[in-house]
């Protein structure tokens, strides 16, 4: 049997993924869509309306006993993972020292270590053909005042993605991380209850359909890395070139004008 894994599918990204794949004609041969979040009533929800036979996950994937459980599910039922999407994971704004000590130490045991933990569960179970997609975000592409934390994990998904798609190249699996500016998700619901990004930012935001378009084009076509829109590659061309010092003064000079005009 073989089998699609998506995290985060109940919103946003994820569920957009789900609803891509579930008409893309790349993914005609998935058996099943294996969906994994925390709310059973959106997985539900989302798995009724797909025309793939789906399989709902309630779980925390930062919980090893429950990841425990997948795995056991996968191997139970001698699945073949063609496709594993990792979409879960959440960032919170402002400035470092006034957050939520668990909230902060949470985002690094979603964004890196649960993530990490399901990809090396489920790569034995992988074969050639098969693709891992993992978010990360630009944020990976330098530091981030007031959002320290999340643009750390991020970088840490990028190159961790990057290594491991050197790694599985030679037995046939690819692995593409998709680096997005702001995307039109609950995302923000939650990352700005404590801090506001700054506004250039939000004139850049883009839907989740496009987004997850150009990202299953890209690793369909085995590339290492999706980043859709100009400005958005245009800021990883500048994180490259330009010292990240200055990029960082820059940000905070910005930061400075928006809270003069408010």
């Not at 996968?74 to 000590?101: S, T, W």
């Not at 630009?138 to 050197?166: D, R, W």
């Not at 010292?243 to 910005?254: A, F, I, Q, S």
């Amino acid at each position: 049997m073989n089998i699609a894994i998506i995290t985060g599918a109940s919103s946003g990204i994820g569920r957009e993924f789900a609803r891509q794949m579930d008409t893309h004609p790349a993914f005609a041969r998935i058996d099943q869509f294996w969906l994994i979040a925390r709310s059973k009533d959106k997985l539900t929800e989302l798995a009724d309306s797909l025309q793939h036979e789906c399989r709902v996950f309630m779980m925390d994937i930062t919980n090893v006993m429950q990841l425990e459980r997948l795995e056991n599910a996968v191997k139970r039922d001698k699945a073949r993972v063609r496709v594993l999407i990792n979409c879960a994971g959440y960032g919170i704004m402002g400035p470092f020292a006034e957050q939520d000590r668990k909230e902060e130490t949470g985002m690094i045991r979603l964004n890196c270590e649960a993530l990490t933990g399901i990809t090396h569960r489920m790569i034995p179970y992988m074969r050639k053909g098969s693709r891992i997609i993992q978010m990360a975000s630009c944020a990976a592409f330098l530091p981030q005042k007031n959002f320290a934390v999340y643009a750390a994990s991020k970088a840490y998904v990028l190159h961790f993605s990057e290594a491991l798609n050197a790694e599985l190249k030679d037995k046939g699996i690819y692995v593409t991380s998709v680096c997005p500016g702001p995307v039109d998700t609950p995302f923000f619901d939650v990352a700005e209850k404590t801090g506001s990004t700054l506004a250039v930012k939000k004139m850049v935001m883009v839907s989740a359909d496009k987004v997850v378009a150009k990202a299953l084009k890209d690793s369909l076509n085995k590339r290492s890395k999706s980043v859709y829109s100009l400005p958005i590659k245009g800021m990883e061309i500048a994180a490259k070139v330009i010292p990240h010092d200055w990029l960082l003064t820059c940000m905070r000079v910005m930061e400075k004008k928006e809270r003069k005009k408010q």
